[in-house]
């Protein structure tokens, strides 16, 4: 019997099962639903974009958007070893102290300030370029400065001509201004959760990993979670803890789960035929995410990543790679971005913008009639909609029902609307408009913030940062406390992006990790 299950390998997950094996008089279970990371395209950079699909995600969409035209949103989510850190773009950003500060000062979640946190993000982080007071070197999260796309340098030059300042490091306590991302990634490749945290850590004889297997409750008696039930290739079985379970399933996967277990609102579960066992409203509540707007430009020549569509370049590139380790296969594509404001009366920036040398990479983006583009994407860091994580049935085999309720704040399309004029304005400067033959989207034709709203409406996507779902704080809303135990159970905590009271004003990967990194002191302690 093992003293902590983990349920779910994903970025949180393998955090998790490192550090607590590092203690060896513990012993550690980790359950993963997904396969192995042994696909190419997890562990070249450039191969994100393949994972918006395909049998490495669980194949979500939203329900229809009221305030998105009826529209649903592809919601990829993985299913994995390594979760979201296997699949993701691989940018690395923290977002900002306020944040932090906020979730102290305002959620209640005492022990969480920057100040609290900054030791764990630091602990994470294996930097090959920044040391110093916020950034570690020798932590097993490798974390790269890669070599930009000259389309990408273009458009950091843009953005200053449009007033944003060079900023070299966004995880220094100030994000404001423009410059090149640091990647996931260590020596040419994506560093996972798996490749930093699990991998090194599997020959521990107190560290047991099963992959393929879908857990499918926690089981509960007497008020207490005991184990979970698994199905597997062999049918299904109870695993038994002797200490705690787990949960890193993540934003969606962490309150399906508590829902099925009979953990949640009492009045859904029994309209979908699950027994309520624990009345606890805000599991699957407070879902938001970064709604995301691309705005695509044709550019007049090839200039950018699109003439790799080609095969013969294809080729000329995997050798490269083969080779020497560099090229378009080692880039995340998205090598630069940003973080400028639209709301001035906030604190710190409120938009981040991130550049792609090309058109069509991401889900959901439309190429050029040419073949030749670039995108740069924004969204609105803070949102303010909400939205939830509600169960379709009783059967684990059914997807939930997602509904992140994009745009349903006045403010946040006001934000979102911000982020368009600035990109265009920024596509508009000098040292990118030689190069650009068009907008493409949204197009010359569309002008002023009305007709922009309704293109916005159309168009917007998941930026794939949905965070909130099993709220960490006090009160009755919230499912887990500062301790990241469950309010009313004993034996059993969420320790993944579900417990984020606020989304952070950035990507949420490190986030999450720092997350897993301080849960496990909190676990051990």
């Not at 900054?118 to 040391?131: C, I, M, V, W």
């Not at 035929?273 to 970064?290: F, I, M």
């Not at 560099?326 to 920036?349: C, H, L, M, Q, Y």
């Not at 981040?352 to 009639?369: D, K, N, R, T, W």
Request: aromatic fraction near 8%; hydrophobic fraction near 35%.
């Amino acid at each position: 019997m093992p003293d902590y299950i983990i349920v779910g390998g994903g970025a949180a997950g393998c955090v998790l099962a490192a550090r607590l094996s590092e203690k060896a008089d513990v012993s550690v279970l980790l359950l993963e639903a997904g396969p192995q990371d042994t696909d190419r395209y997890i562990h070249w950079p450039v191969g994100f974009f393949k994972m918006t699909a395909g049998p490495l995600i669980w194949g979500y969409d939203t329900v229809p958007g009221r305030e998105i035209e009826g529209r649903t949103i592809v919601y990829p989510q993985a299913r994995v070893l390594g979760g979201g850190s296997s699949i993701n773009a691989q940018v690395f950003t923290r977002g900002c102290p306020q944040d932090y500060d906020d979730w102290a000062k305002e959620e209640g979640c005492d022990g969480w300030s920057y100040a609290d946190v900054l030791p764990y993000f630091r602990r994470s982080e294996g930097n090959d370029t920044f040391a110093g007071p916020h950034h570690g070197i020798d932590g097993p999260q490798g974390i790269s400065s890669g070599s930009p796309h000259p389309l990408t340098r273009a458009f950091v030059r843009a953005a200053q001509q449009a007033g944003l300042p060079f900023r070299a490091d966004f995880n220094a306590g100030e994000q404001e201004g423009v410059g090149f991302y640091q990647t996931f990634t260590r020596g040419g490749k994506r560093c996972s959760t798996v490749v930093g945290y699990l991998r090194p850590a599997l020959s521990r004889p107190n560290l047991t990993l099963r992959t393929d297997v879908t857990v499918l409750r926690v089981v509960l008696e007497k008020g207490r979670a005991v184990g979970v039930e698994v199905a597997s290739g062999a049918g299904t079985e109870i695993i038994r803890a002797d200490r705690e379970v787990i949960v890193t399933a993540g934003a969606i996967g962490s309150p399906k789960l508590l829902m099925l277990s009979g953990i949640g609102p009492a009045d859904h579960l029994a309209q979908v035929g699950v027994k309520p066992v624990h009345d606890l409203p805000g599991v699957g509540q407070n879902l938001h995410d970064h709604i995301n707007f691309d705005v695509i430009a044709e550019l007049s020549g090839s200039y950018g990543i699109d003439r790799y569509k080609k095969k013969r370049w294809q080729a000329m590139a995997g050798l490269e790679y083969v080779l020497f380790g560099k090229g378009p296969v080692a880039s995340n594509i998205v090598e630069a971005g940003g973080f400028w404001w639209g709301d001035r009366s906030e604190k710190t920036p409120d938009i981040q913008f991130h550049f792609l040398p090309g058109a069509g990479v991401e889900e959901g983006i439309g190429s050029v009639p040419s073949g030749n583009g670039c995108t740069l994407n924004s969204y609105h860091v803070r949102p303010r909609s909400r939205g939830s994580v509600t169960l379709r049935s009783s059967n684990f085999a059914d997807a939930p029902l997602i509904d992140p309720n994009a745009l349903a704040e006045r403010y946040d399309v006001e934000r979102i609307i911000d982020g368009i004029e600035i990109s265009r304005e920024i596509l508009a400067q000098p040292a990118l408009s030689r190069m650009i033959a068009r907008e493409h989207l949204p197009g010359r034709g569309v002008v002023g913030r009305r007709e922009l709203e309704k293109l916005a409406r159309q168009y917007a996507r998941s930026a794939y940062h949905p965070v909130g779902t099993c709220r960490m704080g006090v009160g009755e809303d919230a499912v887990v406390g500062p301790d990241l135990r469950l309010r009313g159970i004993e034996g059993l905590r969420v320790c993944d992006s579900s417990v984020m009271p606020r989304v952070v004003s950035s990507n949420t990967n490190a986030a999450t990790i720092m997350v897993a990194e301080k849960a496990s002191d909190l676990i051990l302690q």
